[in-house]
Each structure stands twice: as C-alpha cells, then as structure tokens.
C-alpha cells in the first residue's frame, strides 16, 4: 500500500516510518513541530504547506492508497478526492472531545481523554472508529503530561489500526454528553468569581510553559503554571481570620490566599510580585 503522510506532528509518522511502510510523500504543515523535527526522521520527500489549497494542489501529484492524517488542521473534501483510504488519529476517545484542543478540554473539564483511529469525512472527527485507546482522567496529570501520554496513545491506536488492516471497528454514536472543544481566551484567565476546582482546573489545563492561566494581584497582569488546594490544619488556622481572596504570602514565585473556605497556593507564578503584599486581594 503506498502512503502518504500530513501533519504536523511526528508521533505516528514515526511508527509508519519505523514499520517501513511505504511512504510516497510526507505533507508537513508549516510552523509547527513537524517543520522543525522532520529533516531528522527520513529521506522521504516532503512539502511544507500553510492552506487546504496547497495541500490539495500537492495530493494531486501524488499516487498513493492510503492516506494518514495526523495533526492536518483542514477538512478535506474527501467525498470528491481521489478513491482511497483517509485516515485520521485524533488525541481523544472519540466521540468525546471533537475539535482541535481535545487534550486541553480533557484537562479542563476533567474528561478521559486518549487516542482514536478513524476513517475521515465531511465532519469534525466525525468518522467511523477503527481503532481507540483511551487514557482516564487523574488529578494527578497537568497538560505537559497529558499531551506526552497522548502522543504514546497514538502511536498504540496507530499500530492497532495497521494491525486491523483499517477495518471499521463501530460507526461514532453519540451518546448525549460528548464535547466539542476549541480553546478560547476566557478559558485561559481567571477571574476568581469561578469555583476553586474551575480554576484549579483552568491552571492545569495551561500549565504547560508556553501557556499559563491568567489573572490580576496586586494591579499587577501574572500568569500560573501550577495550583494546589493546602490541606495542612497549622496554615488553615493561621489564616482562619483572613477574608476571601485575602493573600496570605508571598514567596519566590508562590502566593498563598484564602478562598471560599479553603487554601489556594499559586506557584510558578510568572511576573512582577513585588507589589503584592500581605493581605491585599486577588483579582484586584
């Protein structure tokens, strides 16, 4: 079977490389990881592309069976191409998690999460399943790890998927509360008028180092990388007589304040501290 690859990351192209299938052209899009690592991986020709218009214009000069997508931010028109397989891997358990930042939205809304096989057509991850692995959400995970564990996963759903020779595992039934997700700017700011877990679950969601949740102390804009609920009784009493959204302290890149009853401690905070002083507010 002749392949062709477009993506834009390395993970499963790896695996197709590796099992030495045969790979006609690689369709990398531009400005991504894949553009950077992909001299390293093979021999094989490869484009760069920035539009649906010249990846399409490219897959017209291209002979191949089989095509995997694994990263491809385009809905092909795969109805009216030319006859062949078009396979997509997916970092979710599909139907759950449609959309382009499925791993974040596992984060954020507490979701297992994983990897599905799939076959492409005019929806959004909306095709039959081949194959999937799914990984449980755990609150011991943040979203740098969370992506990791989803790059193995598809590898696994990849492999699995060759080993079925593409074979439709179960058409995508719905069943009522899966999630589309595509990360906006709100869901990366904190405004404190959130519950504790929400924004627990926003900082974990974009913890990673190129992220970060936002939010206001001290009149001062500051980003995090990391939360935590204090359970420790000495701190809790010490701070029994602060209000909400009082700072309690402040300590290299840490701030400890009281919210709702409970203890929140900020650390990787990014930015100015300086200001922010003992028993000042949160959000202001």
Do not use: W
Not at 76 to 89: Q, T
Not at 246 to 272: M, R, T
Request: proline share 2%; net charge negative; with cysteine.
């Amino acid at each position: 079977m002749k392949y062709v690859f477009v993506g834009n990351r390395k993970f499963v192209l790896e695996e197709m490389i590796r099992q030495n299938l045969s790979i006609q052209h690689i369709f990398v899009v531009a400005n991504t990881h894949l553009q950077r690592d992909i001299k390293e991986l093979a021999n094989t020709s490869f484009s760069l592309v920035s539009s649906k218009k010249e990846l399409l214009a490219g897959l017209e000069e291209v002979e191949y069976d089989c095509l995997i997508s694994n990263g491809c931010p385009f809905i092909l028109p795969v109805d009216k191409m030319k006859s062949a397989k078009y396979i997509n891997i997916h970092p979710s358990y599909l139907p759950d998690l449609r959309g382009v930042d499925p791993v974040v939205g596992a984060m954020l809304f507490q979701r297992d999460f994983g990897a599905t096989c799939h076959y492409m057509d005019s929806g959004i991850d909306t095709g039959d399943i081949i194959q999937r692995v799914k990984i449980p959400f755990t609150k011991d995970l943040d979203i740098a790890l969370a992506y990791q564990l989803s790059f193995i996963a598809e590898k696994e759903a990849f492999n699995l998927a060759l080993e079925a020779n593409f074979e439709v595992f179960q058409a995508q039934k719905n069943a009522g509360n899966e999630i589309y997700y595509k990360r906006s700017p709100k869901d990366q700011s904190i405004t404190f008028e959130e519950s504790n877990q929400e924004i627990l679950n926003k900082i974990r969601a974009f913890s990673n180092l190129s992220q970060g949740a936002y939010f206001k102390a001290g009149g001062k804009d500051l980003k995090c990388h990391g939360a935590i609920i204090l359970t420790n009784d000495y701190v809790k009493n010490a701070m029994s007589s602060l209000g909400n959204l009082e700072v309690f302290l402040v300590y290299e890149d840490v701030i400890i304040f009281k919210k709702d009853d409970e203890v929140i401690k900020l650390y990787n905070v990014k930015g100015d501290l300086s200001e922010l002083a003992v028993h000042s507010k949160m959000g202001s």
